[in-house]
């Protein structure tokens, strides 16, 4: 096992403070390595490796936070109506898909993966709810680089497929999908 450190984001912290812990059995390229804690400047195309992987901090749902939501976005009884919920097909109470999706967009963007450049999305494939999130539930991302290629028709630029895994405190997989963005490349 390695001694290296790796990085788990926590937005408790201020400034975008990381704090530190070691994974065994992972290899040094299983989550991004960050010396001292800073990260200090933007990551390019040719910064990311197919493999990476990054934990974003955990999130805890509340009830009022789904009602909200869901009131406004998503009105459905499965996810505004507790007892409707309760014998309707997903057993109770839940988050909408999208409350879900915008939590882990939430989860994401604070993680600040690419250090400062944008995730600029050219679409979204493969998009899977497998489990509903439900009031009290805390979920953790875990994006992972499954491809980095450089534009042929645009240099400055390239597409990196990332895999995205939002998982509840009891490991279950609450939503995956993979985003296709658009990165730019290192400036000369």
């Not at 679409?123 to 980095?148: K, M």
């Not at 240099?155 to 939503?175: C, F, L, W, Y």
Request: aromatic letters at 8%; proline letters at 7%.
């Amino acid at each position: 096992m390695s001694s290296r450190k790796y990085v788990q984001y926590d937005a408790l912290t201020a400034c975008n403070a990381y704090s530190f812990y070691s994974l065994g059995g992972m290899r040094n390229t299983d989550l991004v390595l960050c010396e001292f804690g800073i990260l200090s400047s933007m990551r390019y195309l040719e910064d990311l490796t197919v493999g990476e992987r990054i934990l974003t901090r955990p999130a805890k749902i509340t009830e009022a936070e789904i009602l909200t939501f869901a009131r406004q976005f998503d009105p459905q009884p499965m996810h505004v109506d507790r007892e409707a919920a309760h014998n309707g097909p997903l057993g109770g109470l839940s988050a909408s898909g999208w409350h879900t999706a915008a939590i882990v967009m939430r989860l994401i963007v604070d993680a600040d993966p690419l250090e400062g450049v944008p995730w600029l999305g050219l679409g979204v494939d493969e998009l899977r709810w497998p489990n509903p999130v439900r009031p009290g539930d805390t979920i953790t991302v875990e994006i992972e680089v499954v491809s980095v290629t450089p534009s042929r028709s645009k240099p400055s630029h390239g597409i990196v497929r990332t895999g995205i895994t939002a998982r509840n405190q009891k490991d279950e997989v609450v939503m995956t999908l993979f985003p296709n963005l658009w990165i730019p490349r290192r400036p000369l």
